[in-house]
């Protein structure tokens, strides 16, 4: 590659000014470099470099993500292209746009060349570029880019903390609300879907319980669950790959089970199949039903310390649904508030038991309570559990 050439649009800011414009990723990956910030081996007190150190789960991740249909990076991928590299060409009749080229550069006596392959600097975006590489063959992806020409280190520092820390993460319960607009179908909207249904029955045990953008409601005082709290639990009982999944469904084959679907592990999984989200919606009635008829007064106060319609005792209950749902049925089907009635009904625990003395907040004590129920609720065969 002799010569990458960029239509660029100059924008001021006060840190000074950088060129927004386009690439393919393939090119943009060929002309870039990254610089980790570790320690010198040789003295400890000694750390270069800016970059984090490339994550392999997230890029595994990525390397999926942008090889289906619906994939999307439309934030900027951010460089520094050394100046030295890199000429600017105004176009003439269009105040702010430039033309880009990006050289080699050749380089002296005193001052060592510079190839095209490291002609630019990555400051943010690595992970997205080095999934980039993993794109199928045939397909083009495009990226759009910030690019800062003769960033100096500092600037480049600057650059890469203000990106990463001035920025706050969307509430998760925002993003599946989000769902509501989604036309295919996904284990998501399918989890969303269920989730709403069950915050809109005013027979059911969720009834104004659950804060749809993870906030509290205006108007409404009982809410004790966010939306994401209750969508993940649900998630791990759909096909297990929500990425995948949504993929099939732009092209409608979500009905097409996994080779490795289990529904004895992903009980949720045949009715999505079946695009049967109203049986999920029932199974969790009837389970969430027991509960709260098995304790009301736990179930149903809003009161400070209970824990039995919060967090860690949805996760814990949640957890326990699989061994009962297997327990009580050998073939995918809805299982009535009876059936499940019989399994809270052996647990010697009182309302007033739910609490955060009993059980900590935290991932401990929701798996403290997992047990506790588990090991009243669920029969014995000899040594075996009957779920084994």
């Known amino acids: 590659m002799e010569e990458v050439i960029l239509n660029v649009l100059k924008v001021d800011q006060p840190i000074g ?19 980790i910030r570790k320690f010198n081996e040789n003295d400890p007190d000694d750390i270069a470099g800016i970059q984090r150190t490339l994550s392999k789960d997230r890029v ?15 934030t ?18 269009c105040e702010g746009l430039f033309r880009l080229i990006i050289r080699p550069y050749e380089g002296d006596d005193d001052d060592p060349g510079i190839s095209i392959e490291r002609a630019a600097f990555i400051i943010d975006g690595q992970h997205r570029l080095a999934g980039l590489r993993n794109l199928q063959a045939g397909k083009t992806f495009e990226v759009n880019v910030s690019i800062f020409v003769g960033a100096d280190l500092a600037d480049k ?4 903390s203000t990106v990463n820390l001035a920025q706050t993460k969307v509430n ?106 109203v049986s999920i919606f029932r199974i969790l ?32 209950l949640m957890r326990l649904l699989r061994d009962c749902y297997n327990q009580q049925t050998a073939s995918p089907r809805v299982v009535d508030m009876n059936e499940f009635m019989q399994f809270f009904e052996r647990v010697e625990l009182k309302d007033s038991d739910f609490n955060t ?7 401990s004590g929701a798996s403290a309570l997992y047990k506790t129920l588990h090991g009243a609720a669920i029969e014995r065969k000899g040594n075996q559990l009957f779920t084994d």
Not at 21 to 35: F, H
Not at 157 to 160: K, L, N, R, T, V
């Open 17 to 35: 000014e950088f060129y927004i414009g386009a690439i393919r990723s393939e090119t943009l990956n060929q002309i870039s470099t990254v610089d």
């Open 60 to 74: 595994k991740q990525i390397s999926q993500y942008v090889n289906f249909e619906y994939a999307t990076f439309p």
């Open 76 to 93: 900027s991928i951010v460089i520094a292209v050394d100046e030295r590299c890199a000429t600017l060409e105004s176009v003439g009749g």
């Open 157 to 160: 520092a600057e650059i890469f």
């Open 172 to 277: 998760k319960s925002l993003v599946y609300d989000l769902y509501t607009y989604a036309e295919k179908p996904s284990p998501v909207k399918a989890a969303h879907e269920v989730t709403i249904a069950l915050n809109r029955d005013p027979n059911g045990p969720f009834f104004r319980k659950i804060k749809r953008l993870g906030t509290a409601t205006p108007g409404i005082a009982n809410e004790t669950l966010a939306q994401a709290t209750v969508v993940n639990a649900m998630l791990k009982y759909l096909p297990r790959n929500p990425d995948k999944e949504k993929n099939k469904g732009f092209f409608d084959l979500f009905s097409r089970a996994e080779e490795d679907e289990d529904w004895k592990t992903e009980i949720f999984a045949p009715f999505y199949r079946e695009n049967d989200t």
């Open 285 to 316: 009635n009837n389970y969430f039903g027991a509960v709260q008829k098995r304790w009301p007064s736990a179930w149903n106060d809003n009161e400070r310390g209970l824990i039995l319609n919060r967090t860690n005792g949805y996760v814990a």
């Open 357 to 363: 003395d009993n059980f900590k907040p935290g991932s």
